[in-house]
């Protein structure tokens, strides 16, 4: 294996204590140790430190396989966001103000999420039924490849 390409394993510690992006931390890198990284190094330094994800997987709210097209659709963003509620690790005030404001719709409406991936939309809200237990209409069968583990 070779050398490293971190300086300071403590001040990276640090940055993602403080949330910063890999994004971020490559700049700065760049800027401060003329050293060029990639985000693979920063996921990698998280992982061997045993370093909190910075993301939520919840396969109970997003329990889909979600196809490229519908990556960025609102309502998955939304469940996103509600995951990273859910889990503790907070969203930004912004995030939350929409995510509140997303529920209280669903809510009015008496409406839960559905994913059907072989339409163009791909999300729909659909009136919610007695079975819905969650802001999701829950599919029959799992199909993400992105469970809630590590």
């Not at 890198?29 to 693979?40: A, D, G, Q, W």
């Not at 045993?50 to 709210?61: E, H, K, P, S, V």
Request: hydrophobic share 35%; glycine share 6%; aromatic share 12%.
């Amino acid at each position: 294996m070779g050398a490293s390409k971190i300086v300071n394993e403590q001040e990276v510690v640090g940055w993602f204590a403080e949330g910063k992006t890999y994004a971020w931390m490559s700049e700065e890198y760049l800027t401060k140790y003329n050293i060029e990284t990639v985000p693979s190094l920063w996921g990698n330094f998280r992982r061997r430190r045993g370093l909190a994800r910075r993301i939520t997987r919840d396969d109970n709210l997003i329990p889909w396989f979600v196809q490229p097209q519908h990556r960025w659709a609102y309502p998955v963003a939304m469940l996103r966001s509600e995951a990273r509620a859910r889990s503790g690790m907070g969203n930004s005030e912004n995030t939350d103000e929409r995510l509140a404001s997303w529920k209280q719709t669903l809510q009015a409406a008496n409406a839960v999420v559905h994913y059907d991936p072989d339409t163009a939309d791909g999300f729909y809200y659909v009136p919610r039924l007695p079975s819905d237990t969650d802001i999701i209409r829950q599919p029959r069968l799992k199909t993400t490849r992105r469970k809630a583990a590590d």
